[in-house]
Nanobody, 122 residues
Framework: VQLQAFGGGLVQAGGSLRLSCAAS????????MGWFRQAPGKEREFVAA????????YYTDSVKGRFTISRDNAKNTGYLQMNSLKPEDTAVYYC????????????????WGQGTQVTVSS
């Protein structure tokens, strides 16, 4: 499966962005999908994930209530709606697919996209 993330950009604090993750070369609905991010000088961290059917979602505490993950299996696309953005959300965001629900918060995903830059100015 190939993943391509897009939708990043520069936004002021308090603003919103929606990231998209387009999947190709496989059956997207077979995979858990999610998002990770990595800020300069920091380790990569889990942001959000969604089960295959979309019935279960998982978020890191710092984005709960602000970010919403979703997917459209018919379009082979996943999304991350980011509201009330903060400067500390600045990072390269990666979409991922694969993995298991037992390890949804870890980086044990089979497929990674190339990343899209999100910059939040104060």
């Amino acid at each position: 499966v190939q993943l391509q993330a897009f939708g990043g950009g520069l936004v002021q604090a308090g603003g919103s962005l929606r990231l998209s993750c387009a999947a190709s070369g496989g059956t997207f609905s077979r995979y858990i999908m999610g998002w990770f991010r990595q800020a300069p000088g920091k380790e990569r961290e889990f942001v959000a994930a969604m089960s295959r059917s979309g019935g279960s979602t998982y978020y890191t505490d710092s984005v709960k209530g602000r970010f919403t993950i979703s997917r459209d299996n018919a379009k082979n696309t996943g999304y991350l709606q980011m509201n009330s953005l903060k400067p500390e959300d600045t990072a390269v965001y990666y979409c991922v697919a694969g993995g298991t629900l037992a390890n949804v918060f870890t980086s044990e995903y089979d497929y990674w996209g190339q990343g899209t830059q999100v910059t939040v100015s104060s």
